[in-house]
């Protein structure tokens, strides 16, 4: 595929990004808008995006959120209930209606999200959070990412997780802290010493608690990455999360845009995002700048080389070659949603 953007002329083949010269099964002329490399979000719950915002806020600690939705909301979330993959799939089209290629699915691995999957779903260890948790750092790998739901609250007992997972050996350069709420000013210290990552969901933290992590740990050294959350808490997707973020003045754009960028790619042990020949075929093309975008900017994404999402004149540009595809609507905005799963085949027309 040969893909004619505002920015640059962009090739792959199979799922890894080529050089733009010889011929090529498709050809997209997409000079309105520019390619970069597709969007990571490093907080997310797939199978929870399809019950809205659940829940009476603000809350002292999501373990009381969690409590209360159950008790409070029991019959509508039965009422809602998807069966898993389709559950999976309204998460994964979320995503990609916004950019993201590339996710973080906090919750126990399931097959399925490697199983003819339209994006890519990183598999990190994880455990939920210190409250709900018996077996804490059970599925931790030593020298290898772990994502943990961390001082999610306002009270004192957010603030004591962090003496917890000290305790239990947790604390370290290898610890993405998920949310960060309220850790206390010796918290924050603590997780800036160790080097800890902040993954930052700052719309979901301020429906639950009507505030975000303290701005100790936004400072230039340390790692920030950034998270959409699933709708029963965040406002919307990880575009939406941008614009969110964008507006607490916490990080500046450099920053904000390589907490989708290459600050995640290096925290979660990912290929660098970059657009040269030999990376991965992840990328999109948005006809705003990402600071501002919506999903209604989001003109083309595709995974591993195979076009996933499209706007119109890029779905009748696709339509032509033959590819399958269906009109799919998500948040509002509809657009053609690839149903191949697989990398184009190697050949020329």
């Not at 809350?59 to 999976?88: C, G, K, N």
């Not at 610890?175 to 969901?201: D, I, N, S």
């Not at 999360?241 to 290459?262: C, W």
């Amino acid at each position: 595929m040969l893909v004619h953007a505002r920015n640059m002329t962009l090739a792959c083949e199979g799922d890894r990004l080529c050089a733009p010269e010889g011929k090529f099964d498709v050809v997209l002329d997409c000079r309105d808008s520019d390619v970069r490399p597709g969007l990571i979000n490093s907080h997310e719950h797939l199978h929870r995006n399809h019950y809205g915002r659940l829940g009476r806020p603000p809350y002292r600690h999501a373990s009381h959120w969690a409590r209360d939705i159950q008790r409070r909301h029991r019959r509508l979330i039965a009422a809602r209930r998807l069966a898993r993959r389709e559950a999976y799939l309204a998460g994964a089209w979320k995503n990609l209606f916004a950019g993201v290629t590339s996710v973080v699915h906090h919750d126990a691995w399931d097959d399925e999200l490697a199983r003819d999957f339209p994006l890519r779903v990183v598999r990190i260890a994880n455990d939920d959070s210190v409250a709900l948790t018996p077996a804490l750092g059970a599925a931790r790998k030593t020298g290898s990412p772990y994502a943990l739901h961390l001082a999610e609250g306002t009270d004192e007992q957010a603030a004591r997780e962090i003496d917890t997972i000290a305790r239990a050996g947790l604390l370290d350069k290898h610890l993405l802290a998920v949310h960060v709420v309220g850790p206390g000013q010796e918290g924050v210290e603590r997780l800036r010493r160790a080097g800890a990552a902040l993954v930052w969901c700052p719309s979901s933290n301020h429906f639950l608690f009507g505030r975000t992590s303290p701005r100790g740990l936004f400072a230039c050294d340390n790692d920030v990455l950034l998270g959409s959350d699933s709708l029963l808490t965040g406002a919307g997707n990880l575009l939406d999360e941008i614009r969110f973020a964008r507006a607490t003045g916490n990080l500046d754009g450099e920053r904000l845009q390589s907490a989708v960028g290459e600050t995640a790619a290096r925290r979660l042990g990912l290929a660098a995002p970059v657009l040269e020949p030999g990376a991965p075929a992840d990328f999109i093309l948005l006809d705003a700048p990402l600071l501002e975008a919506t999903a209604r900017h989001v003109r083309l994404v595709a995974t591993a080389g195979v076009p996933r999402v499209a706007a119109a004149e890029a779905a009748r540009q696709l339509d032509r070659y033959g590819l399958a595809g269906v009109r799919l609507t998500v948040g509002g905005v509809t657009r053609w949603a690839g149903a191949a799963a697989t990398p184009l085949n190697r050949g020329s027309q």
